[in-house]
């Protein structure tokens, strides 16, 4: 080997960064770069306050979407429930009422005072009747025969309101009462509903499947409202940071797929570049070496696919761009 060419090589080898590594030969357009696994985690808290009563999950735990997290103290919001369900069905029982007329046993009783007004007419018309005969006969006064005959006008009128009131006492009450009972019934419903939601919020369930990452409280302590007590890690809750050189900033696209490595991983393992930043900064100090931070970079997002996707937050890895 000349000279010239070992020293080319020993320039080489002293210009690689821990994040980007760039082929010294020219004929190599496959850049890499050291990244991380980030985890999005999601902190999952109770709405209102309350005692913790039970936390049904422990760190390190594996479980499925919808599993029960923990909950919280709930009597007040189980008394408020059957509190407003008591209220709707009052409300229901009323405008069943306003509908449907009077009850059966009001009904019999207006039957009742209709026979009776029949019978009295029935009663008035042989007295008008008879007395009319006997007026004829000069027997009987004509006072007592306009008498009969007054007694017969107001045993009529009496029939007629009877059966009047049985009719409408089939009928139901007035449109804008119905409608008024109908508005409440609807505004109680809503009630209900919300009792119901606040009792539901009083435990919380898991958004997706993923791992426990940590806990924040014990059993008996209150927990404020909005303060997480279970941070979770969806399954697919993982990207992968990376920065790229100002330079080789045209080279990475949305959607492009760059393989990853690490340690102890298997191989072939991919990800999707998400995002690439709008605006370049200085290279991280935890990524760069002290005679490389004051180089532009562009922070690049990408998501792991298939065994990647089981990557642990934290874990560095080697990112390999495209081909230019």
Do not use: W
């Amino acid at each position: 080997m000349s000279r010239l060419a070992a020293a080319v090589l020993v320039r080489c080898a002293a210009m690689a960064l821990p994040l980007l590594v760039a082929a010294c030969s020219s004929g190599s357009k496959l850049p890499s770069a050291q990244g991380y696994v980030e985890g999005e985690f999601v902190r999952i808290a109770p709405e209102a306050a309350g005692r913790l009563v039970r936390l049904d999950v422990v760190k390190g735990a594996a479980i499925p979407a919808g599993a029960v997290l923990f909950a919280l103290d709930d009597r007040d919001e189980q008394a408020a429930l059957v509190e407003a369900e008591a209220q709707k069905s009052a409300a229901e029982a009323q405008l069943a009422d306003l509908q449907t007329g009077k009850r059966a046993e009001e009904i019999l009783v207006l039957d009742a005072q209709r026979a009776e007004a029949e019978a009295t007419l029935d009663a008035a018309k042989k007295s008008y009747a008879r007395n009319l005969t006997l007026t004829d006969k000069a027997v009987s006064s004509t006072a007592a025969l306009d008498q009969a005959k007054a007694d017969l006008d107001t045993a009529t009128a009496r029939v007629d309101a009877a059966r009047h009131s049985r009719s409408v006492a089939e009928l139901p009450a007035r449109p804008d009462a119905i409608r008024a009972a109908e508005e409440n019934v609807a505004a109680l419903t809503a009630a209900v509903d919300v009792a119901r939601i606040r009792l539901e919020r009083r435990q919380r369930a898991a958004p997706a499947a993923g791992r426990i990452d940590d806990t924040y409280f014990r059993i008996g302590e209150m927990v404020p409202a909005g303060q997480p007590v279970v941070s979770l890690l969806p399954d697919s809750g993982r990207k992968i940071i990376f920065f790229v050189p100002e330079p080789n900033r045209a080279s990475v696209h949305p959607g492009e797929r760059v393989a990853i490595a690490c340690d102890g991983c298997a191989a072939g393992l991919s990800a999707i570049v998400t995002s690439i930043a709008s605006e370049a900064e200085f290279a991280p100090p935890v990524i760069y070496s002290t005679q490389s931070r004051a180089k532009l970079v562009f922070r690049v997002e990408a998501r792991p696919e298939g065994a990647a996707a089981s990557l642990e937050p934290g874990q560095p890895v080697d990112v390999t761009l495209a081909a230019e």
